[in-house]
């Protein structure tokens, strides 16, 4: 029997308000989730996403629920780290600063290995985990001017245990969390955090669209994690604002699961 889900309850960090905020991925999906959670705090958004139109809905609808809220939105690929580098000078340009980057952006990959294309491989990894690494470095430049900041890279329950069929995004996301533990450790001194968040399934269209495909079986997904279903986006929101504020002041390097304890459960 599915757990109800209760909303989550607004978890309120007096650090954050004021904060630059950069979120990849922005316009739908977690990365939509986290900009109103950190626009519930008073913090200035910089949106940065392939999807103009749907960056600008989303502007639109934080504008109307936070009239005094800043915000940018920025257009570009992941992928293209020309791009990024000056995604971020605009960036600092404009605020003077990056306080928090939220590497949200991401595809999914389910595929058979063998059937898989040199290039599917080479988009996981380039949007998974080479444009995680572009946005960091691009941030992490801006960080270690400023004296620090908070890095989350969104990484995934399948980047600490693995799963067939997914064998470039598995090693895409694997990469993204020794990548955090990596620059933790060499940022450190620069008063840089950085951490990633291990969502296991969540909610958004991306995984509808691979249940509508039969990627993926819904029920199967609910009976197998502890807690009887999916996670929401808005969970994942939550434990981002943790992870960029104070509050999580002496921890980084460390790669956070919220995946309704599946990773936990070895019984099938």
């Known amino acids: 029997m599915p757990v109800p889900v209760p909303a989550p309850e607004a978890a309120v960090y007096p650090d954050l308000p004021g904060k630059v905020v950069v979120c990849t991925g922005a316009a739908k999906g977690i990365g939509r989730a986290m900009l109103d959670a950190f626009a519930r705090h008073g913090c200035r958004l910089v949106l940065l996403d392939m999807d103009a139109p749907g960056m600008d809905a989303a502007q639109s ?58 290039e599917e491989w080479r988009r996981a990894i380039d949007i998974d985990l080479s444009g995680v690494f572009y946005c ?13 900041g908070a890095i989350v890279n969104t990484a995934s ?15 895409a996301k694997a990469g993204v969390v020794a990548l955090t533990k990596s620059l933790a ?13 291990c969502p296991g399934y969540i909610r958004t269209a991306l995984v509808d669209d691979l249940i509508a495909r039969g990627a ?14 999916l996670g929401s986006p808005e969970e994942m929101a ?31």
């Open 61 to 118: 609808q934080l504008r109307a629920h936070y009239p005094a809220l800043e915000t940018l939105c920025l257009t570009a690929s992941v992928r293209d780290d020309e791009a990024i580098e000056r995604a971020f000078m605009a960036v600092e340009a404009r605020f003077g600063r990056v306080d928090v980057l939220l590497n949200n952006a991401g595809i999914s990959m389910n595929k058979p290995t063998l059937e898989l294309t040199g």
């Open 185 to 197: 450790v060499e940022w450190a001194h620069y008063g840089i955090r950085v951490n990633a968040l």
């Open 157 to 171: 329950m399948y980047g600490v245990v693995a799963a067939p069929e997914r064998a470039a995004y598995c090693a």
């Open 238 to 268: 939550e434990v981002a604002l943790f992870l960029a504020s104070d509050a999580s002041r002496y921890t980084t390097g460390h790669a956070l699961l919220s995946d309704g304890g599946w990773t936990a459960n070895g019984y099938l």
């Open 136 to 148: 960091c470095q691009s941030g992490g430049r801006i960080m270690s001017r400023a004296g620090g």
């Open 216 to 229: 993926l079986d819904a029920a199967r997904i609910g009976t197998r994690a502890p807690m009887g279903r």
